[in-house]
């Protein structure tokens, strides 16, 4: 059964820091770009980051950059979103995804995790 888990998320006061991992089952991840998106409540849900299968091209949104560092561990079949400096607008549910191909966060993702709920608040 393929299968994404997302884990790392809980409640952080502002400034702080969490890290995300996205574990697969059922399938190798090597072959797959893996992205990481957010969706707060009333708001459409945006690419975070995105982290290719081959060379280790990366994407980040520019909310992020220089704060989130997207990894991947392809020996444990995990996928890592560092976040660091987080903000209150940085609460969301976040999903980690795969797809085949790469273009940024912007391709079709063929798997997504259930999500892993982020909060940021004092």
């Known amino acids: 059964q393929v299968q994404l888990v997302e884990s790392g998320g809980g409640l952080v006061q502002p400034g702080g820091s969490l890290r995300l991992s996205c574990a697969a089952s059922?399938?190798?991840?090597?072959?797959?770009?893996i992205g990481w998106f957010r969706q707060a409540p009333g708001k459409e849900r945006e690419g975070v980051s995105c982290?290719?299968?081959?060379?280790?091209?990366?994407y980040y949104a520019d909310s992020v950059k220089g704060r989130f560092t997207i990894s991947r561990d392809n020996a444990k079949n995990t996928v890592y979103l560092q976040m660091n400096s987080l903000k209150p607008e940085d609460t969301a549910v976040y999903y980690c995804a795969a797809a085949q191909i790469y273009i940024g966060c912007y391709a079709d993702f063929d798997y997504w995790g259930q999500g892993t709920q982020v909060t940021v608040s004092s």
């Open positions: 982290i290719s299968s081959s060379d280790g091209s990366t």
């Open positions: 059922g399938f190798t991840l090597d072959y797959y770009a």
